[in-house]
C-alpha cells in the first residue's frame, strides 16, 4: 500500500521518496510497532469492534512478522514509515482485511506509543547496568576500608582519604543517575494509544485493556498531549547526559591514574 499520492499528479520522485522515508530509522521502534499493533488488534477483537477471525488471522501474522524480523519486511521507499511497512506484510497474508488492525488508531498515536515503549524498555536496560556497576564498586570498596591514599584538588595534595571513601563517591553518583532514570520512567510509562490523531475517536475502544497489554502504569487523558508530548524523550536524553558526565569522570580518572607521573592503577 502507498499513501504518499494526493494532489501532485505525478508520482514522487525516487529521490525525494528515499529522502523522506523514514523506514530505515524506524528499525528502532520495530519491536514496540508490533507490540502496539498486536495489543490494539486484540482490544478491538475483545470489544467486538471487529471481527474475531478477522482480528485472529492480523495476530497470527503480527506473530510471524516478530518471529521473522525487521529484515522481513519490503525495503521500498515509496513506503513512508515502519507503520506502513507492517501493514503491507499483513495484507500479504491476510488480504484487505489486514486494515482493520488500525481501526480507532492513527499513527500518530500509534507512533508515540512505540517511542514509550522503547524509551521503557532502553530505561530499564541501563538501570540494570548501572546497578551492576554500582555492584562492582562497592564490591572493591569492601577490600579497601582501610586503603589510605592521597585526596586531590586541582592536582594538588589536599587531604588523606581511604580509596573505599573515593570509590563510594563515584557509586553515589551512579545512585543518583539511576535515581533520575527511575523518575522519568514514570512518565514515560504512560500509554497514549487510543488517542487517535488528536481527538480519540467514536468507537467504544478499551484504553484500560491495551494499558494492561502493553504493561503501561496508566493512559495519558488528555488525547492531544497523548500525541504530541515529547517531553519525555528530552528529559531521557537530559538522564543519559548526566550519566555519561559521571561515566566521563570516572574514565578521566582512570586514564590520570595510570599515567607514569600517578602509577596507582594498571590498564
Known amino acids: 500500500m502507498k499513501i504518499r499520492t494526493g494532489r501532485l499528479e505525478k508520482e514522487m520522485t525516487d529521490e525525494a521518496a528515499v529522502y523522506t522515508s523514514s523506514l530505515e530509522f524506524d528499525r528502532f521502534i520495530f519491536d514496540a510497532d508490533i507490540q502496539c499493533n498486536y495489543a490494539h488488534t486484540s482490544m478491538l477483537k475483545a470489544q467486538g469492534i471487529i471481527d474475531e477471525e478477522i482480528a485472529d488471522k492480523i495476530l497470527e501474522a503480527l506473530d510471524k512478522l516478530s518471529d521473522e524480523g525487521f529484515d522481513a519486511l519490503e525495503f ?12 503491507n506484510y499483513v495484507t500479504k497474508l491476510v488480504g484487505p482485511e489486514a486494515g482493520f488492525m488500525h481501526t480507532a488508531k492513527s499513527r500518530n498515536d500509534q507512533v508515540a506509543t512505540d517511542i514509550r515503549l522503547l524509551l521503557r524498555d532502553r530505561i530499564s536496560e541501563i538501570q540494570i547496568g548501572i546497578l551492576e556497576f554500582i555492584e562492582g564498586i562497592l564490591e572493591l570498596a569492601k577490600e579497601h576500608k582501610e586503603t589510605v591514599m592521597i585526596g586531590y584538588t586541582h592536582l594538588q595534595h589536599a587531604q588523606p582519604v581511604t580509596l573505599a571513601h573515593h570509590l563510594m563517591a563515584h557509586a553515589q553518583a551512579l545512585k543518583r543517575d ?10 514515560v510509562n504512560l500509554n497514549p494509544l487510543g488517542s487517535a490523531a488528536m481527538a480519540t475517536t467514536s468507537f467504544p475502544i478499551d484504553r484500560e485493556l ?18 504530541s508530548s515529547r517531553d519525555h524523550i528530552a528529559e531521557t536524553v537530559f538522564d543519559l547526559s548526566a550519566l555519561c558526565t559521571t561515566l566521563s569522570k570516572i574514565c578521566e580518572e582512570l586514564v590520570l591514574w595510570s599515567t607514569y607521573e600517578f602509577g596507582i592503577v594498571s590498564m
Open 76 to 87: 521500498d521507499h515509496s513506503v513512508e514509515d515502519v507503520h506502513m511497512a507492517v501493514e
Open 210 to 227: 491495551t494499558t494492561q497489554l502493553l504493561g503501561f502504569d496508566d493512559y495519558l487523558e488528555n488525547s492531544m498531549d497523548g500525541v
Open 178 to 187: 539511576y535515581q533520575r532514570l527511575d523518575d522519568t520512567y514514570k512518565r
